[in-house]
């Protein structure tokens, strides 16, 4: 009853086995990769109590079952990456309470889709990598969105300069820097090689740089040395 992630990639998992993850109540991060679901697992799945996170990709799905996701009360991230959904789902996607970020990666996803995912009142964050959506597109979308991403005070932390008028530069190191691109909560924290490759290239060049992080992160991993 404690088990918060599962993974049952590429697995026989059946209806009846999908109702028995109802019984566990801290279950938030579920990954369910290149399994065959119909309407009755997709109902079973939706219908689990606090599920926050959800990964079909390459999972068997049609468009005619997607309607029952609307009952995930508290999905926040799905990601329906090389399935063969297309614009038709758009409405159902749309409707989920709680949706927050989605991958729609290598789907049949296209324009249509984009009118009918604006009516979300949560989503802001939709990856339409090899998509029918242009890059151009997509990128309108998300600026249109970004009203419904959460506001998130930061806090700072100051890199001592040995030159006062040194100019000041601040690097946004958002959660999601810390967490990494991977969907599920790996935590490669602040301190990365790209990260610390760049702000030591800023420290070089005499700039006085600021790490700007958000309150309660820092326990995800090292700050970059500054």
């Known amino acids: 009853p404690h088990l918060g992630h599962l993974e049952i990639d590429d697995s026989q998992v059946t209806n009846d086995g999908l109702m028995l993850l109802q019984q566990l109540p801290r279950l938030s991060l579920l990954s ?4 065959q679901l119909d309407g009755s697992a997709l109902e079973a799945i939706a219908t689990i109590p606090g599920l926050e996170e959800l990964s079909l990709k390459t999972a068997s799905v049609s468009d005619e079952d997607f309607y029952v996701l609307q009952k995930a009360q508290d999905l926040r991230f799905l990601s329906l990456e090389k399935t063969n ?3 038709a789902i758009a409405p159902h996607l749309a409707n ?3 949706i927050e970020k989605m991958n729609l990666g290598g789907t049949k996803i296209g324009v249509e889709s984009l009118d009918a995912l604006k009516k979300s009142r949560t989503l802001w964050d939709v990856a339409f990598d090899h998509t029918g959506v242009e890059i151009d597109q997509a990128v ?3 600026n249109e969105m970004l ?3 959460p506001f998130i005070p930061f806090n700072k932390k100051k890199q001592a300069s040995s030159n006062v008028d040194a ?4 690097v946004y190191l958002s959660h999601f820097s810390a967490t990494g691109p991977h969907w599920k909560y790996k935590a490669y924290g602040y301190k990365r090689g790209k990260i610390d490759r760049f ?3 800023l420290d070089s060049s005499n700039f006085d740089v600021y790490a700007i992080v958000e309150p309660g ?3 995800l991993g090292d700050l970059p040395l500054l």
């Open 32 to 35: 369910l990769n290149g399994i």
């Open 85 to 87: 959904i297309s614009d």
């Open 96 to 98: 989920i309470p709680r």
């Open 140 to 142: 309108k979308f998300l």
């Open 147 to 149: 009203p419904n991403r």
């Open 167 to 170: 100019p000041k530069v601040g």
């Open 199 to 201: 702000i030591n290239m």
């Open 217 to 219: 992160t820092e326990s």
